[in-house]
Every structure is written in C-alpha cells, then in structure tokens.
C-alpha cells in the first residue's frame, strides 16, 4: 500500500506560482509513475502531468505546458508540481497519484493509477 499526501496549496494571484509537494509513505516511489491530475468544481478530473520512475520522462496537458513542470525526489520519497504563470482556469484541487512502473496504461489515463493522495486546493485569483 502506498499512502500519497498533497500539501502546499493555498491561494495566488494569476501570473504567480505555487509549488505543490505529494509525499508517499508505506513504500518507496522508486517503482512507480507519478502523475498530477485537477478537479475543478463541476468538471471531470482531467491529467495535468506525469513523471515516469526514473524521473526521466515527463508528460503534460497541454494546457499546462510551458507553465508547470513536475520533478522527483526517490530519496525523499516525494513528488513536486512546480506551477508558474498561473491563471484563474488553473484553480481546482490537485491530486497526485502513483502507477506501477510496469503498468502499460498511458500515463494520460486516470484508469492506470492505484494510489490517490486526498488533495490540495489550489485557487487561483485574477
């Protein structure tokens, strides 16, 4: 079992930025995907972005690229979301989450994750 925790959200002014942290206890990162994905009220929870196992691959929406960029720390066991340029769209809880690594289900799809983190509310102001 892997438990994932979010923290470092709060509350930012469009075109500023906010780095979001997701810890795992239970197990080691080391074998897992990691991927970010937001819930917006009203809306589906829709991927912003993934990390692979190594940290040598990274994946984005497009509507986060170019602004936000996800990295990894195996030995900290935690994942970041660094989120710059932030617009008042971007406002939602942040969930992260953790795959398998042998797990061929496109980073992309919610359906390939079996550990969520509770989430953080990310709110974004104009």
């Known amino acids: 079992q892997v438990q994932l925790v979010e923290s470092g959200g709060g509350l930012v002014q469009a075109g500023g930025s906010l780095r979001v942290s997701c810890e795992a206890s239970g197990r080691t990162l080391r074998y897992y995907g990691m991927g970010w994905f937001r819930q917006a009220p009203g809306k589906e929870r829709e991927f912003v972005g993934a990390?692979?196992?190594?940290?040598?691959?990274?994946y984005y929406a497009d509507s986060v690229k170019g602004r936000f960029a996800i990295s990894r720390d195996n030995g900290k066991n935690t994942v970041y979301l660094q989120m710059n340029s932030l617009k008042p769209e971007d406002t939602a809880v942040y969930y992260c989450?953790?795959?398998?690594?042998?797990?061929?289900?496109?980073?992309?799809?919610?359906?390939?994750?079996?550990?969520w983190g509770q989430g953080t509310q990310v709110t974004v102001s104009s």
């Open positions: 990390i692979s196992w190594s940290g040598g691959n990274t």
């Open positions: 989450a953790a795959k398998e690594a042998g797990s061929r289900v496109a980073y992309e799809s919610r359906l390939g994750y079996a550990y």
